[in-house]
């Protein structure tokens, strides 16, 4: 696991740094070819969405969220986007790519690693497919999260 997805790692919520952990290594053992999974984004500043938010409204580019600062999973540690590095210097996002000629996708292998360990994936969306994003199962209520206590690093309290 590279320095990057470690450091991603250690700013998710509490709750699921080990269980994330766990599903990238359990990745990187399936992915046995030129390809490794790396966490590109994991927890988000409010600040941090609202200029996400901002690109293809109010910034130029092509817009990237339809969710504000406080309306996003990740404001919450609870999800992750990935990419996959080949030979460890080329980010790819490559969702059709099998580099360990297994006959399945590289990108699948994860979304079915990911599914076995209850996180929703971004690919299955209907109206904004988001195929690098992952959510950890029953906290995608924004709304919800929103209201929750928080501890004194500033996790919500689950």
């Known amino acids: 696991m590279d320095r990057t997805t470690q450091q991603h790692i250690q700013k998710l919520h509490p709750s699921v740094r ?13 992915l046995t070819g030129k390809a490794k999974i ?11 969405q609202d200029d ?6 109010t910034k130029a580019g092509k817009k990237v969220t339809n969710a504000k600062g406080g309306q996003s999973i990740h404001n919450y540690g609870l999800a992750v986007d990935i990419c996959l590095i080949i030979d460890e210097k080329v ?3 490559d969702t059709a790519k099998d580099w360990d000629n297994d006959k399945i996708s590289d990108w699948y292998e994860c979304v079915k690693i990911f599914a076995r360990n209850g996180w ?4 299955n969306w209907i109206k904004f497919k988001d195929l690098p994003h992952f959510e950890k199962k029953g ?8 209201k929750m206590a928080k501890d004194s690093e500033g996790y919500i309290i689950l």
Do not use: H, P, V
């Open 52 to 57: 996400l938010y901002a690109i293809g409204r």
């Open 120 to 123: 929703d994936w971004g690919g």
């Open 38 to 48: 790396r966490i590109t984004q994991g927890l988000r500043t409010f600040k941090e």
């Open 18 to 30: 080990q269980e994330m952990t766990k599903i990238i290594e359990e990745c990187n053992k399936a």
């Open 139 to 146: 906290f995608s209520n924004w709304r919800k999260l929103f």
């Open 91 to 93: 980010a790819s996002w």
